[in-house]
């Protein structure tokens, strides 16, 4: 089993649609990352939380660290959303990322 | 600069070739780390640089693998007697000292025929 587990793999929604990627991790962990990769490959950092709710934009992430799971939500899905959306978890003194597989989102117009 | 840079961006070799690749971290970011990227596998952990200290090289896949940091800012990842299996993209990123958020770099991607 994963320490970061992701769903769905795979995910294809209508403009405007709003969107949830779920995360859960096994481990302790000092942080949760969500992490943006576009097509050809830049990873571009979305948040990073230790406790509670974050709001940047159309983008929301939450964690909840008793249940060890963590949720990033889209509201108003555009076309330009569509990316791949990576939960990483930090874990120990040197922070070094574990990585969830990943979620590949397609919005269509 | 502005942010992570890396180099190649691309990398084309020869099975059993060495390669060096390079990794210029933000300014003033003390931490830096190596990512893989292998096709249908995910990211994964290589080594990670803080400072002076010695480096954590837990996530290295074998002692063809090795990785040095001159004067706590240039990194160079370096595989030697290249795999096929070695084809990948190689990501590295930094971060501040003391904060969470690391930034990575665009990557090389690298091909062992």
């Known amino acids: 089993k994963n320490e970061v587990e992701q769903s769905p793999q795979n995910l294809t929604a209508q403009e405007g649609e709003f969107i949830t990627i779920n995360c859960s991790y096994s481990v302790g962990i000092s942080a949760l990352h969500w992490l943006q990769q576009h097509p050809g490959g830049g990873i571009v950092s979305l948040f990073m939380?230790?406790?509670g709710k974050k709001k940047h934009g159309r983008l929301i992430a939450t964690i909840n660290i008793q249940e060890k799971h963590s949720s990033l939500h889209i509201t108003a899905s555009h076309p330009r959303d569509s990316a791949v959306y990576i939960c990483a978890v930090s874990i120990g003194s040197s922070s070094r990322l574990t990585f969830g597989e990943g979620t590949q989102l397609t919005v269509n117009p | 600069g502005a942010g992570v840079s890396q180099s190649p961006s691309n990398k084309v070799t020869e099975k059993g070739k060495d390669v060096e690749l390079r990794c210029d971290p933000i300014s003033g970011h003390t931490a830096l780390y190596w990512y893989r990227q292998s096709l249908g596998q995910g990211l994964e952990f290589l080594i990670y640089?803080?400072?002076?200290?010695?480096?954590?090289k837990s996530g290295l896949p074998s002692d063809r693998f090795s990785a040095e940091r001159t004067g706590g800012s240039v990194s160079t990842l370096t595989i030697q007697r290249t795999q096929q299996e070695d084809s990948a993209v190689y990501l590295c990123?930094?971060?501040?000292?003391?904060?969470?958020?690391?930034?990575f770099g665009p990557g090389t991607r690298l091909l062992v025929l």
């Open positions: 990123a930094s971060r501040r000292q003391g904060i969470e958020t690391q930034y």
């Open positions: 939380l230790s406790s």
């Open positions: 640089f803080q400072g002076n200290s010695a480096p954590d």
